[in-house]
């Protein structure tokens, strides 16, 4: 069973940064199955792709309107992965959630397997 821990939420002002760790355990050997990556939701909106990444790094998947502040990045050797938040702005704060799938590179929440418990993100102007 795989489990997933994020950390690294806050609460921030427009134009800071933050940087969400997630620590997955329990894969099976063949690791390089399994995508890595994020979603989000604000209140009264449903869940959003944010970012993805194949259990080796490459390729990635970014939501477009996405792609220019945030980088999804990891260590495959420490079943982590990272998603750096740059120029953060009130539209993005939402519950971050780290998600894993095996198969191939997916924007549906739906497809995703495994889900942690979230970490909350606040950007105040």
């Known amino acids: 069973q795989v489990q997933l821990v994020e950390s690294g939420g806050g609460s921030v002002r427009t134009g800071d940064s933050l940087k969400l760790s997630c620590a997955a355990s329990?894969?099976?050997?063949?690791?390089?199955?399994?995508?890595m990556g994020w979603f989000r939701q604000a209140p009264g909106k449903e869940r959003e792709f944010v970012a993805a990444?194949?259990?080796?790094?490459?390729?990635?998947l970014y939501e477009d309107s996405l792609k220019d502040r945030f980088a999804i990045s990891g260590s495959s050797l420490k079943n982590l992965v990272y998603l750096q938040m740059n120029d953060l702005r009130p539209e993005d704060t939402a519950v971050y959630y780290c998600?894993?799938?095996?198969?191939?590179?997916?924007?549906?929440?739906?497809?995703?397997?495994?889900w942690g418990q979230g970490t909350q993100v606040t950007v105040s102007s």
């Open positions: 329990g894969f099976s050997n063949a690791g390089r199955e399994y995508i």
């Open positions: 990444r194949a259990y080796y790094g490459v390729p990635t």
């Open positions: 998600v894993v799938r095996k198969g191939d590179m997916s924007t549906r929440a739906g497809e995703y397997d495994y």
